[in-house]
């Protein structure tokens, strides 16, 4: 039982990733990265080895309704927020070169490792959103303990052909391979060439991004983020709207270690791990902060305005310490084992690696030369969304929204929630918030509030589901300007229902 309800949780925050196909104006896409020890080149088989081979890891990116994108790396590129932006960023752009617009709507889902629960990955995705390339960006990470996700799946599918296919043994080799591996699962994918020079986008945000601190360890972790565009204020400079809360659904199940006999559920007698229906709403409201009386906050600063470059591009990360190094002893073990006048094959082999090294291999591990040595040879410097990260111009003039948003949750009515109840609160520390309360706050109910409190869901959920659905827009509007009295408990009266409403 306890392994079902940490499941339920998993779902619940993948549910906030629509999986609608049809819809021209949606980005969603889920991203991880896979173990370097399965994607060694060359690769010579089981019953042989190679002792220095490039050690790639891959960044996979499964965008819903589209395919599977993954991005190799060696030696001159580590994991990192950059790495994460990198790929972010150029999925984006694919989206926008195949559509011809950008998304209204992008829904990301990651894991919660530090290389994308990050002040740079949230402080883009604002950005993002100022410059109006969409109007509303949802920023998901798992929870701990979360089960596999989709992009898992796409990782065995690599896996599981590895020893079918022929040898692997040049870049090109493994992109054949892995495109005809998805192909036999009826899957589109696109495979890069190795990249090996990334912008340093955490060097392009540093100094414009606020204080932002406790939102990614334990009970303080935050596995939402919303980013919205709105009109300009004092209070949004930007125009950008920011807001999180503890998960992607209205309420999950949360476990609180306890000695057994403090428990009062079944399942907390048991195991010593009582469980509690969190309640998790946007965060900071209006009511947060006296001095800031609506809801929402911005993550960029004003001090220096929205990121930017004078030289009009983003410098590239720095290589890891003994890349260039590392790359040369691989190429000679090459060369050593593919011999100019050995086999055929050999050869083709050969020449391959030669001219890869020719064209793409680093003299030193200072990537400013390395950038200098690309030009000279004519090869990009890729920067993703570069026109508009760079552009002097703040926003993005003319925009079209061709949606409405929809930000109605999945529920589940036949799940059963335990009558413990906490409340996740308003405790990312932001210059807004400098003394944020405890994460959560715990309350133990009763019998007769747990029957309220499903007499009031089971009728609010009617009536949103059954009479507000039967409601033209010139009812709504009616409704919606009558609910600013104030309630006092009172029956309401709709057509043919009464409903109680707390307020």
């Not at 303990?145 to 692997?168: N, P, Q, S, V």
């Not at 902060?289 to 990360?317: A, F, S």
């Not at 082999?349 to 003299?363: G, M, N, S, T, V």
């Not at 400013?368 to 111009?393: A, S």
Request: charged fraction near 25%; include cysteine.
């Amino acid at each position: 039982m306890l392994s079902l309800l940490f499941r339920y949780v998993a779902r619940r925050e993948k549910a906030m990733t629509p999986q609608n196909k049809s819809n021209p104006s949606i980005l969603s896409f889920i991203i991880d990265g896979m173990d370097q020890a399965k994607c060694q080149i060359p690769y010579k088989g089981t019953q042989d080895c190679f002792s220095d081979p490039f050690k790639q890891v891959i960044t996979g990116v499964k965008e819903h309704g589209h395919g599977v994108t993954l991005f190799p790396t060696i030696d001159t590129v580590s994991k990192g927020a950059n790495l994460t932006l990198y790929c972010i960023l150029s999925i984006i752009e694919s989206w926008k070169n195949r559509n011809g617009y950008y998304p209204t709507e992008i829904f990301i889902q990651l894991d919660g490792a530090k290389d994308n629960a990050n002040k740079y990955v949230l402080g883009m995705l604002e950005l993002l959103v100022v410059k109006r390339m969409a109007q509303v960006i949802y920023f998901t990470r798992l929870p701990v303990g979360h089960t596999h996700e989709d992009i898992d799946a796409c990782f065995g599918i690599m896996w599981k052909y590895r020893g079918r296919f022929d040898l692997c043994e040049t870049f090109s080799e493994f992109r054949s391979h892995v495109t005809r591996a998805f192909k036999n699962e009826n899957m589109d994918v696109d495979v890069k060439e190795p990249v090996l020079l990334i912008p340093n986008f955490t060097e392009f945000l540093d100094k414009h991004i606020g204080r932002l601190e406790k939102l990614h360890i334990l009970l303080q972790t935050q596995h939402q983020w919303r980013f919205e565009a709105i009109d300009r204020s004092p209070y949004f400079p930007f125009g950008c709207k920011t807001t999180y809360r503890a998960y992607s659904s209205s309420k999950v199940v949360e476990f609180e270690k306890r000695p057994r006999d403090l428990c009062i559920t079944d399942v907390g007698k048991y195991t010593g791990l009582e469980p509690f229906t969190t309640f998790c709403r946007w965060y900071p409201t209006d009511k947060c902060n006296p001095n800031r009386p609506v809801e929402g906050i911005h993550l960029l600063n004003t001090v220096h305005g929205l990121p930017h470059t004078e030289d009009n591009i983003i410098h590239p990360v720095e290589f890891p310490e003994g890349s260039s190094l590392s790359i040369r002893s691989t190429m000679n073990e090459i060369k050593a084992t593919y011999l100019e006048f050995g086999h055929p094959k050999d050869t083709l082999i050969r020449k391959e690696w030669i001219d890869w090294e020719a064209y793409y291999a680093p003299q030193s591990d200072n990537s400013l030369e390395y950038l200098t040595q690309l030009r000279t040879k004519g090869l990009p410097y890729h920067i993703p969304l570069k026109t508009l990260l760079l552009d002097k111009d703040e926003y993005i003039r003319d925009v079209r929204w061709r949606i409405t948003i929809n930000q109605n949750s999945i529920i589940d009515t036949s799940f059963e929630w335990p009558a413990n109840i906490a409340i996740a609160t308003n405790s990312v520390v932001t210059e807004f918030n400098p003394h944020p309360p405890p994460p959560r706050q715990h309350f133990t109910m009763q019998e007769d509030e747990v029957h309220r409190l499903r007499n009031f869901e089971a009728a609010t959920l009617e009536y949103y589901s059954a009479v507000l659905q039967q409601c033209n827009i010139e009812t709504l509007k009616s409704m919606l300007r009558n609910s600013k009295a104030d309630f006092t408990g009172s029956q309401v009266q709709i057509p043919g229902k009464y409903i109680s409403f707390i307020r």
